[in-house]
């Protein structure tokens, strides 16, 4: 059975009907809906290092997590007119790779989506509390409950950052998780998110004993700084970490849903080292 890139994409929005799909970034952002595809790279961002690799293994089609052209990059300057974004273009272009994203319908998609895959990656307990994530400028709840309280086996939280650095450690950009509070505190309830959808003082107040937050959104002014003053315990890493579990488990999904698919997943995204 031949698999059109049309028939990915009613799949997602099938299962996740609380995705609009006229008001969604799950866009095609290269190729055309009745292309029929047979090998799938998944990433967290379509870089190019990601597209030139997955055009290598022979993929004809790329999904990527995060927003292919979206951003400003400047203010009279259109994302797509970036060298970075016609270079990611060339590539699509000279290799007939069609590219799209699967954002909002992954976040939250059952068991393999962002959310659950980076519980399980992180090895978390029992889901106790969930709630949806306050996007703050917006003045707006998540549709779906992005934030998770679990339940971790009884440990200090140094053992719990050592625990998840370990496990961390298999994506290139990963540069080491930032740790706040005291690392001899005893951690039995972790409150984990979506990417950018972070625990807050609501978890805490929830039963928290540590917050595991991504940079991209917990800003040193609004948010670390508040939080260390109310004495949280706080592990941060990048965005991409928290979300590449997501995509790699994406690329486990792809075969079973679709038989006859293959999928391979890419973290090719440069890599970081912190020097202390
Ligand atoms: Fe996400
Ligand atoms: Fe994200």
């Known amino acids: 059975m031949s698999i059109s890139i049309k028939d990915i994409r009613e799949h997602f929005f099938e299962v996740c009907n609380w995705v609009d799909p006229a008001n969604t970034w799950d866009q095609i952002m290269f190729g055309r809906p009745e292309q029929v595809v047979h090998r799938i790279g998944t990433g967290w961002m379509a870089c190019w290092q990601n597209l030139e690799a997955a055009a290598a293994d022979g993929c ?50 059952p068991e393999y989506g962002i959310r659950d895959s980076w519980r399980k990656f992180l090895g978390l307990g029992e889901l106790v509390e969930e709630r949806p994530y306050f996007y703050p400028g917006e003045n707006r709840f998540t549709v779906r409950n992005s934030l998770t309280l679990n339940r971790v086996q009884r440990q200090t939280l140094e053992e719990f950052a ?18 706040y509070g005291d690392l001899g505190s005893l951690i039995e309830m972790a409150a984990v998110g979506v990417g950018c959808h972070i625990p807050l003082l609501e978890m805490v107040s929830l039963g928290a004993d540590v917050l595991v937050l991504t940079f991209d959104r917990a800003f040193q002014t609004t948010i670390r700084v508040p939080l260390g003053e109310m ?10 970490v ?35």
């Open 60 to 109: 004809d089609l790329f999904i990527a997590h995060e927003g292919t052209f979206s951003g400003l990059w400047a203010p009279t300057l259109r994302c797509e007119d970036t060298p970075w974004a016609q270079k990611r273009m060339r590539i699509l272009k000279e290799n007939s790779m069609a590219c799209i994203n699967l954002h909002d319908t992954w976040d939250n998609f």
């Open 162 to 179: 050592a625990s998840l650095a370990k496990a961390c450690r298999v994506f290139r950009s990963f540069q080491g998780a930032t740790v």
């Open 231 to 240: 004495n949280a315990n706080m592990i941060v890493v990048e965005h991409g």
């Open 242 to 276: 928290a979300e590449m579990p997501g995509m790699q488990s994406l690329a486990e999904y792809l075969p079973k849903a679709f038989p006859g698919i293959e999928a391979r997943f890419y973290c090719h995204e440069p890599a970081a080292r912190t020097v202390v």
